[in-house]
């Protein structure tokens, strides 16, 4: 198996749950920038790919959005219900067909949460969003890049080019390279490379814009 599993992601969300026991998310604001594009997509129905306990998701509610915020954890998903008690949830692993029709979505999201997965199945969840986003429809997320110091260890085998494993976990770090390979079909409406603050941590990630 070459993958973060189920178990692992319940795990992570429930000692969060006992040693932080948030009330509340990290203020990290990070769609602010692309408010205008975001504003401009027809059909306000937007899935959360990955969403964790939802700050993101509470962001595109505020925006407008019909949200479906979607997880593998349930931990994650009971704690994002505290948060936001009407929201949409579903458990769901992101490798799997997505249970949406084709082009029925306006946006999808997918913020430090599909740079966990060897190539085969990135490329896959590239199609399967690709699929079920409407035309002018938007992919925005961000992901690991090669230019995180740290990562690599002694310890740290390459499963593949670019995906690795360590500490019982499944990494990606992405390069421009890699990100051409991922949106030959999409237009790239925006690609940055930049720093942010994670857990008291720097990373470096690339941040995307793309449109169907
Ligand atoms: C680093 S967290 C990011 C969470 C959230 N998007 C945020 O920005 O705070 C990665 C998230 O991806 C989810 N995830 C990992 N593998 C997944 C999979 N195969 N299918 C669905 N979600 C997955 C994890 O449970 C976790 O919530």
């Not at 306000?44 to 700050?55: T, V």
């Not at 249970?99 to 199945?121: C, K, Q, T």
């Not at 992901?143 to 740290?156: A, F, H, L, P, Q």
Request: hydrophobic share 35%.
């Amino acid at each position: 198996m070459s993958e973060n599993s189920k178990v692992y992601w319940d795990e992570i969300y429930w000692e969060d749950k006992i040693n932080n026991n948030r009330t509340d998310f990290i203020k990290d604001n990070w769609m602010d920038k692309y408010i205008d594009e975001i504003h401009n997509v027809k059909r306000k129905k937007a899935i959360d790919l990955g969403c964790g306990i939802g700050q993101d998701t509470k962001w595109l509610l505020d925006n407008g959005f019909d949200v479906i915020s979607c997880d593998i954890s349930d931990i994650a998903l009971q704690k994002l219900k505290e948060f936001i008690p009407n929201s949409k949830t579903m458990q769901m692993d992101v490798k799997e067909k997505l249970p949406f029709r084709d082009n029925s979505v306006g946006l999808v999201n997918a913020n430090l949460s599909i740079h966990y997965f060897d190539m085969e199945n990135t490329i896959k969840i590239f199609n399967e969003i690709y699929r079920i986003l409407q035309l002018d429809g938007i992919f925005i997320g961000r992901m690991n890049s090669d230019k995180n110091e740290g990562y690599i260890k002694d310890t740290t085998k390459e499963i593949e080019k670019n995906f690795y494993y360590d500490y019982g976990r499944y990494f990606r770090l992405f390069n421009k390279e890699q990100f051409d390979i991922l949106t030959k079909q999409w237009h790239v409406i925006a690609l940055n490379e930049n720093v942010t603050i994670r857990s008291n941590r720097k990373k470096a990630l690339w941040e995307f814009m793309l449109k169907k």
